[in-house]
């Protein structure tokens, strides 16, 4: 099984909790509170991710960008975007400059 089908199982587990009771799941908790408090979440792991690679620590650099990768997909999930999305656009990118593709977006 390929590492990109453990971010679309977490998009589908992310899915099937968005509706749940928010005292039994996490996610469902913090779809409830709404988007302001989902991206305060990601604002606040993005912040951790760069102290931990900041700090030169690979281990927690790791823990804070699989905090960042998941509440990334609670974002995506809260906009009706898919992985599938990401992915494609990923692969759109692939073998362009970087500076090409920033210009092409003018």
Do not use: C
Request: overall charge negative.
């Amino acid at each position: 099984m390929s590492d990109s089908a453990i971010l679309e199982r977490l998009a589908e587990t992310i899915a099937a909790r968005k509706q749940a009771d928010p005292s039994g799941s996490y996610v469902a908790s913090l779809m409830h509170q709404g988007e302001d408090a989902i991206l305060k979440k990601l604002a606040e792991e993005s912040a951790e991710t760069l102290l931990a690679a900041k700090d030169g620590n690979r281990l927690q650099l790791v823990h804070e960008t699989a905090d960042l990768w998941f509440h990334s997909l609670i974002v995506l999930a809260w906009h009706g975007v898919s992985v599938g999305d990401v992915f494609a656009e990923l692969a759109r990118r692939e073998g362009v400059s970087g500076l090409a593709e920033k210009a092409s977006r003018k």
